[in-house]
């Protein structure tokens, strides 16, 4: 019995080019409908794409390729499509073999086709919330595993494996949900600014660098929901003619990527509400540096996410306009991590620190030094240009190849940073604080703010006149 190689990880699957040097070409494949150039794969029909995805008896496809293509085939067709092709392909080429050999042939392709399904559930596997790719893949799988029980076994293997992902993702969405829900009550201001209304930031945690570690176990924790498919599923339009009500656009598929956005949100809300709610000018003065503090810590852990996201919160107009608080901070530490976000040059300086963590990660002695926490609205929307940027379809109708290896090698980065186990100790009270305490609105915050440092021209007067009259009107 024949065992297929292992998938190597990710960091291992795309040289600097973009794409595998070694992509093995079998001799039909040169005139079967795809083109290649230098040994790379640079375009094909979909036909042939889809064809040089199934493995034969004497053929399994790139890692490289089954990862692009499972990746961006999503651009072309629903994944339970693709599945059903695969499957017909597979029974095809069965029935195609010498008659009444089912049994060999089954012995000769089994591994490769269940290392095929293997990694597409493994890396995938949020495509199989699909009831039509679950009927397909246990369709398949049935027919390997008749007559031979060490087919059967890994079978089950597989199918269980893949359960236990999707229930495990099921219970963290419900978790999700539940924080949302107490989370969503935003704070709203009456007549005075309340002394006691919660407890402040630097109460429940008065270290920097315990803050930072609790931020950045929070980061990995929801980076690590995020499916790959979800940054292509982003720009897949749902066709309005397409009358299918149960496909695509039914079940979110881009959920756990904008609950992530959504936390990097809720952060920048929480940096201004803290500083924006002390009645006195040195407690502001005092958590903004306690917050540059928590930043400088993000950065060198490499947790450039929640770095962007204090700074952001820091540089709200409310936060920005106490210009009497700003005086009494010593703001040399926030200025040196504000160069470092400048958005200026594409975010030059930005990039080149994480080409430099992305660098440390990949020699890392430690899971320490592995984090890379990307500043992800910008890793999405880098992801978003290069797809628009390029032409899906070349002018003689081929997929345009050459982008998928440029996607996947952006996406397959992030996979590998987004698997790096946290190493800090969980601090339970702290990570419930940051997720649940409730955060001010954009009126709460000026209004706050407003109350702290009195309104300086008559655009903040007048908007001071009106936040106060809506917060008495208020029941």
Not at 179 to 201: E, F, G, M, V
Not at 385 to 396: D, V
Request: with cysteine.
């Amino acid at each position: 019995q024949e065992s297929m190689p292992q998938t190597p990880p990710f960091a291992a699957m795309f040289d600097s080019s973009g794409y595998n040097r070694n992509l093995y070409q079998s001799k039909e494949d040169s005139c079967g409908g795809l083109y290649y150039h230098d040994n790379n794969l640079l375009s094909g029909s979909l036909e042939a794409l889809i064809q040089h995805l199934v493995p034969s008896v004497d053929y399994y496809p790139d890692r490289t390729y089954i990862f692009t293509f499972l990746l961006s085939s999503r651009l072309f067709m629903h994944p339970y499509e693709l599945m059903a092709k695969v499957c017909h392909l597979c029974t095809e080429q069965q029935r195609l073999s010498e008659p009444g050999l089912d049994k060999n042939w089954i012995r000769k392709i089994a591994p490769k086709i269940l290392q095929l399904l293997t990694e597409w559930t493994e890396t995938f596997p949020y495509d199989f919330r699909d009831e039509r790719m679950m009927r397909n893949l246990k369709e398949l799988t049935q027919r390997i595993a008749s007559g031979d029980e060490v087919y059967r076994k890994k079978v089950q293997q597989l199918l269980q494996n893949l359960i236990r992902k999707l229930a495990t993702v099921g219970q963290y969405e419900e978790v999700l949900a539940k924080i949302n829900a107490t989370s969503k009550d935003h704070l709203t201001l009456l007549k005075t600014k309340p002394q006691t209304i919660q407890r402040d930031i630097i109460t429940v945690c008065n270290d920097p660098y315990v803050l930072a570690q609790q931020l950045t176990h929070i980061e990995l924790e929801r980076l690590n929901y995020i499916g790959p498919e979800e940054f292509i599923q982003a720009f897949v339009q749902k066709n309005p003619l397409d009358n299918d009500k149960r496909c695509y656009g039914d079940q979110k598929k881009t959920q756990n990527l904008e609950a992530y956005v959504e936390w990097f949100n809720r952060l920048s809300y929480l940096v201004a509400t803290e500083i924006c709610m002390p009645v006195k000018k040195k407690h502001r003065a005092r958590v903004i540096e306690y917050f540059t503090d928590v930043a400088r810590e993000c950065f060198n852990i490499g947790n450039f996410n929640s770095l962007m996201a204090i700074i952001s919160g820091m540089n709200m107009n409310p936060v920005s306009r106490l210009k009497k608080t700003w005086a009494k901070v010593k703001t040399d530490k926030f200025d040196i991590l504000e160069h470092q976000m400048d958005p200026s040059s594409n975010f030059y300086n930005y990039r080149t620190a994480l080409r430099g963590a992305a660098q440390r990660s990949l020699t890392a002695h430690s899971s320490r030094e592995k984090i890379v926490i990307p500043f992800f609205s910008l890793l999405v929307k880098d992801i978003y240009f290069l797809n628009e940027g390029c032409a899906n379809h070349l002018p003689n109708g081929h997929v345009n190849f050459e982008k998928f290896w440029e996607l996947a090698k952006q996406v397959s980065e992030f996979m590998t940073w987004k698997q790096v186990e946290c190493p800090f100790e969980r601090d339970l009270k702290v990570l419930q604080y940051l997720l649940t305490v409730p955060v001010f609105s954009d009126d709460a915050l000026y209004l706050a703010s407003y109350e702290s440092e009195s309104p300086e021209n008559h655009l903040e007067k007048d908007r001071w006149k009106t936040l106060r009259f809506v917060s008495e009107a208020t029941p």
